[in-house]
Antibody, heavy 120, light 111 residues
Framework: QITLKESGPTLVKPTQTLTLTCTFS??????????VGWIRQPPGKALEWLAL???????RYSPSLKSRLTITKDTSKNQVVLTMTNMDPVDTATYYC????????????WGQGTLVTVSS | QSVLTQPPSASGTPGQRVTISCSGS????????VYWYQQLPGTAPKLLIY???QRPSGVPDRFSGSKSGTSASLAISGLRSEDEADYYC????????????FGTGTKVTVL
């Protein structure tokens, strides 16, 4: 059974850097075809895809946010970390991590999400 | 930053059929698979349809997906009260780089 859980600060100040961790079980990021990504959803708004990292360290980023995002993996800890620089109140959102299996295009399996508020 | 366009709302009475459209372009829907996600109030999204028209195990066959050209649609037949949720289409996009895009979302209300 695949499970993912997001963790990180619930409150960050404008201009600070956000660091979120996705801890997962039920699969390994060293397995060919596996990917873990991040998606966010501002309150009352639509989903927005942010970034994804694959088993081979291939990384994909949203073009509009690429300059602010870094995604990394720690295979031994079953974790993926997302950092977002220069946080702004408009970045207030629930942040989700999700699993993808590249080879069968079977869609995203989601974590429960974590709400991050940006405020001074 | 949604690249895929959906109607903001759709509604129906119990038992009716509701259809949600998703419009994209040649770089996303036109050349890649379409996915649909259901988000019940206060919960994380859940995969509903993958590879245009495939249902994961556990998803009722009342839900069906289709794709034609640069558009896709989700149909819910035999609408039930528990189907009241937000629905999002999604696809990979190959335009600038390879990245994932979501639709604008559709709120389905069961009258």
């Amino acid at each position: 059974q695949i499970t993912l859980k997001e963790s990180g600060p619930t409150l960050v100040k404008p201009t600070q850097t956000l660091t979120l961790t996705c801890t997962f079980s039920g699969f390994s990021l060293s397995t060919s075809g596996v990917g873990v990504g991040w998606i966010r959803q501002p309150p009352g708004k639509a989903l927005e895809w942010l970034a994804l990292i694959y088993w081979n360290d291939d990384k994909r980023y949203s073009p509009s946010l690429k300059s602010r995002l870094t995604i990394t993996k720690d295979t031994s800890k079953n974790q993926v970390v997302l950092t977002m620089t220069n946080m702004d109140p408009v970045d207030t959102a629930t942040y989700y991590c999700a699993h993808e299996y590249y080879y069968d295009s079977s869609g995203l399996n989601w974590g429960q999400g974590t709400l991050v508020t940006v405020s001074s | 930053q949604s690249v895929l366009t959906q109607p903001p709302s759709a509604s129906g009475t119990p038992g009716q059929r509701v259809t949600i459209s998703c419009s994209g372009s040649s770089s996303n829907i036109g050349s890649n698979y379409v996915y649909w996600y259901q988000q019940l109030p206060g919960t994380a999204p859940k995969l509903l349809i993958y590879r245009n028209n495939q249902r994961p195990s556990g998803v009722p066959d009342r839900f069906s997906g289709s794709k034609s050209g640069t558009s896709a649609s989700l149909a819910i037949s035999g609408l039930r009260s528990e189907d009241e949720a937000d629905y999002y289409c999604a696809a990979w996009d190959d335009s600038l780089s390879v990245y994932y895009v979501f639709g604008t979302g559709t709120k389905v209300t069961v009258l």
